[in-house]
């Protein structure tokens, strides 16, 4: 799945960029009370739709985003008979570190292979 995972989070790199550029203009417009619609309104809701759906590719497959800048992710999993998280970081070439649930990245753990 990491090939999977790599390209939804480059998808969802892009974008939160495309939503904060569209973002900023169309705050100004609404704070001056202006109707906003056109292109700009269509590029906002495209980024927002896709930044939407590719939330949900995460979420139905019960994956954790946890920085989308580092590409940092978490996989709920059981190891030696605890529940515990799967750790991967974009760039990684493979899942083989996983920490407690409440540790965080600082926790993380070599998985024994």
């Given at each position: ?80 008979g605890r529940e ?30």
């Open positions: 799945m990491i090939p999977s995972v790599t390209g939804w989070l480059d998808s969802l790199l892009r974008s939160r960029a495309d939503l904060e550029k569209a973002g900023v203009p169309m705050e100004g417009l609404l704070r001056d009370g202006c109707s906003v619609g056109g292109n700009l309104a269509r590029r906002y809701l495209g980024a927002f739709l896709e930044l939407q759906a590719v939330l949900r590719e995460f979420s139905t497959r019960e994956i954790f985003v946890k920085d989308i800048e580092r590409g940092l992710i978490d996989f709920p999993a059981f190891v030696a515990v998280f799967l750790c991967w970081e974009k760039g990684e070439l493979d899942v083989v570190y996983w920490h407690d649930l409440d540790a965080g990245y600082s926790g993380r753990t070599p998985l024994d292979l």
